[in-house]
């Protein structure tokens, strides 16, 4: 590559960095995975960087290398995987209600699949058209209007299923708590 071309990518990179790691973030739950998944995409860009003849799409190229990388991982982890019956809690230290809500959203995407996943990230995170989603994932835009729907039906079916739980788990709480007061007036009855 020219020295030229070099330091154009160099610029290119400290220019786009923030909002590339944003999008890695929202394809990879895990911030280090994420750091992980750019930095293999921007090697595999700055290998083929001449080849890409219009830089304004730089960002879409590097998107795509970013979900075919990602999808690369998770086949190659799916091995190694062993299917349960229901996902663990998500743990959530920030205690603002956006960081929480943030949070609940990453973990519930990982019930979708890696296909799933990529369109609903371009469509809603990135605000890419369905046709940009569509050419950015190398599918006809038919695809990406159905795979969207499926993924959204099953983004809510989670969804109410945690809701149901909570419920189910805040109703059982607080039965134990009217439990243990029964216990303790009893004892007191007793002392008295």
Same mark, same amino acid.
């Given at each position: 590559m020219a020295h030229a071309e070099v330091l154009e990518f160099? %610029?290119? /990179?400290? #220019?786009? !960095?923030?909002?590339?790691?944003?999008?890695?973030?929202?394809?990879?739950?895990?911030?280090v995975d994420a750091q992980d998944l750019l930095q293999t995409a921007l090697v595999r860009t700055y290998g083929r960087w001449d080849g890409i003849a219009d830089k304004s799409l730089a960002d879409a190229y590097l998107r795509r290398v970013m979900i075919n990388t990602r999808t690369e991982w998770w086949r190659a982890r799916k091995l %190694?995987? /062993?299917? #349960?019956? !229901?996902?663990?809690?998500?743990?959530v230290e920030d205690v603002t209600e956006q960081h929480a809500d943030r949070a609940l959203l990453m973990d519930v995407l990982k019930v979708?699949?890696?296909?799933?996943?990529?369109?609903?990230?371009?469509?809603?995170?990135?605000?890419?058209?369905?046709?940009?989603?569509?050419?950015?994932?190398?599918?006809?835009t038919g695809t990406v209007k159905?795979?969207?729907?499926?993924?959204?039906?099953?983004?809510?079916?989670?969804?109410e299923s945690r809701e149901?739980?909570?419920r189910t788990?805040?109703?059982?709480?607080?039965?134990?708590?009217?439990?243990?007061r029964r216990e303790e007036r009893g004892q007191e009855r007793c002392a008295a």
């Open positions: 160099e %610029e290119y /990179v400290r #220019t786009r !960095q923030d909002a590339l790691l944003r999008s890695a973030r929202r394809l990879v739950p895990d911030p %190694e995987e /062993v299917p #349960t019956e !229901q996902l663990p809690d998500a743990s979708l699949a890696p296909k799933q996943r990529s369109v609903v990230v371009l469509r809603h995170w990135e605000q890419m058209s369905t046709e940009e989603t569509a050419a950015a994932l190398g599918m006809s159905s795979t969207l729907h499926r993924a959204l039906a099953r983004l809510r079916q989670e969804l149901l739980n909570a788990l805040e109703r059982s709480d607080h039965g134990n708590h009217s439990h243990a």
